[in-house]
């Protein structure tokens, strides 16, 4: 097609001959024979011939892109994506007890009477005078262990004064003694439980989008 409202035609020497016609109508049959056509001759000219083609199907293979996560046919789909992957932990390490704990006596081992020995007046057994010392505090003989604990002066049996760790015997307010990611309960040292784009710029989860870099989908 050579369109009749497209640029200057002022060189075209065989249009300058056919505008020479005089009668419009075989102007225009002149114009058709030898390609030249306005707008809207092109476009009924065009529908025509696509109107003699037969129908094709086209059929389009729609996949996921496990990178980042987009829709569409790889031969056709032009987008940013991710370059490669990485493990990373979401959480950041934290210090933990693994055990749990109890109540203890710090000095257990350590008792005393909390009055001192006395004397009582002799009784009569056998007739035999017997004067035996005890403490009053427990009314226990001489000789007899301790019946409160130094560390808090609570009477021997009773609940332990201080929490403790079985893992580490660390305090109630000791540092954890074990490090671990809560976010899956890794140790230190194990991989990630999370994977994402090893861009530092970028890091977003795999599968998802949108991707950091320009790449065919193909």
């Not at 707008?39 to 980042?68: D, G, P, R």
């Amino acid at each position: 097609f050579k369109g009749l409202e497209y640029g200057d035609n002022s060189d075209d020497d065989t249009l300058e001959l056919l505008n020479e016609t005089a009668d419009i109508n075989e102007r225009k049959k002149k114009y058709k024979k030898y390609g030249y056509f306005t707008n809207e001759q092109i476009i009924t000219e065009v529908n025509q011939k696509l109107a003699q083609l037969s129908s094709i199907s086209i059929e389009f293979e729609i996949k996921i892109c496990s990178k980042c996560g987009i829709k569409g046919d790889p031969r056709f789909v032009y987008a940013p994506c991710h370059p490669k992957s990485e493990w990373h932990h979401p959480q950041s390490i934290i210090a933990y007890h693994p055990q749990g704990g109890r109540n203890i006596h710090p000095r257990e081992s350590e008792t005393y009477h909390k009055k001192a020995l006395e004397t009582p007046k002799a009784k009569t057994i056998f007739q035999a005078s017997v004067r035996c010392p005890y403490y009053p505090c427990c009314n226990a003989l001489k000789g007899s262990p301790g019946c409160a604990y130094r560390c808090c002066d609570a009477r021997t049996g009773s609940t332990g004064c201080e929490w403790q760790y079985y893992c580490c015997e660390g305090k109630s307010n000791a540092k954890g003694c074990e490090l671990k990611y809560p976010c899956c309960n890794a140790k230190k040292d194990q991989d990630g439980c999370v994977k994402r784009c090893s861009n530092s710029a970028c890091h977003k989860d795999w599968g998802t989008g949108p991707g950091c870099i320009e790449t065919s989908k193909q």
